[in-house]
């Protein structure tokens, strides 16, 4: 767990890392959305650095005003739409339809999260080994499921085993989260982010290790039309 800016600079130094080799191994287009993911998870973690820093005196109230924000923007209006976006994008669900609905649950948690951090200014504090954010006030509690559905149901209902992988980590990470307390939930994202950067890059590098293989088999694989060997 985040507790402390040392662990939130090595945290996000390893998860954009690893985001940075998830865009390495991008094949397809459709796969860009998915591979940003880890990405915006470390760059989110880097910034909870600065809010860390400015709540021990190290940086300016504004830098740490700027980063508390930039956090939640990310926390409660990036991640609950970027996820079920990059599940439909990709094309990998049981159910077209369900992946809508994930994506139009996304979007609800974004509208009112979004009017939340409209009504006022967010706060943050330090609360034990951790920091607390007040996105203007507590988030209503109904929120969370209409959260939860967005970022674990995609995955859950995807047809390859490693997203379904990522799907079953999440959910544990996130049930053992939401029994803490709510502003606790919004912090303590580093193992979360960790695992599941790791499991998306395993999913990317196997996905690219079988088109490579289908290649190098003189295979040609194209949208919509299977497969066919290649000629000379």
């Not at 094949?27 to 860009?32: D, K």
């Not at 080994?129 to 509690?141: C, V």
């Not at 499921?145 to 995955?155: D, N």
């Not at 085993?161 to 990470?173: D, M």
């Amino acid at each position: 767990m985040c507790f402390s800016p040392e662990m939130d600079v090595v945290a996000g130094v390893v998860v954009t890392g690893i985001g940075i080799d998830c865009l390495r191994q991008v094949t397809s287009r459709r796969q860009v959305a998915l591979a940003a993911v880890p990405v915006v998870f470390g760059v989110h973690q880097l910034i909870e650095t600065l809010v860390w820093w400015e709540l021990q005196g190290r940086v300016g109230q504004c830098t740490g005003d700027v980063a508390t924000y930039s956090y939640l923007v990310i926390a409660l209006l990036v991640v609950p739409l970027l996820i079920p976006w990059a599940f439909l994008r990709l094309g990998v669900g049981r159910s077209r339809v369900a992946d809508v609905g994930f994506v139009v649950a996304g979007l609800t948690a974004v509208a009112i999260c979004g009017n939340l951090l409209g009504l006022d200014a967010p706060d943050r504090r330090v609360d034990g080994h951790q920091i607390t954010y007040f996105a203007g006030e507590y988030i209503p509690d109904h929120v969370l499921p209409v959260y939860a559905v967005a970022c674990l149901g995609p995955p859950l209902l995807a047809r390859a085993r490693s997203l379904q992988l990522f799907g079953v980590v999440n959910l544990v990470v996130v049930l053992g989260l939401a029994a803490l307390n709510q502003g606790g939930v919004i912090s303590l994202w580093c193992v979360w982010a960790a695992l599941t950067s790791v499991l998306v890059n395993l999913h990317l590098r196997r996905v690219r290790s079988s088109r490579d293989s289908v290649d190098q088999a003189g295979v040609e694989v194209r949208p919509g039309r299977g497969a066919r060997a290649r000629t000379p």
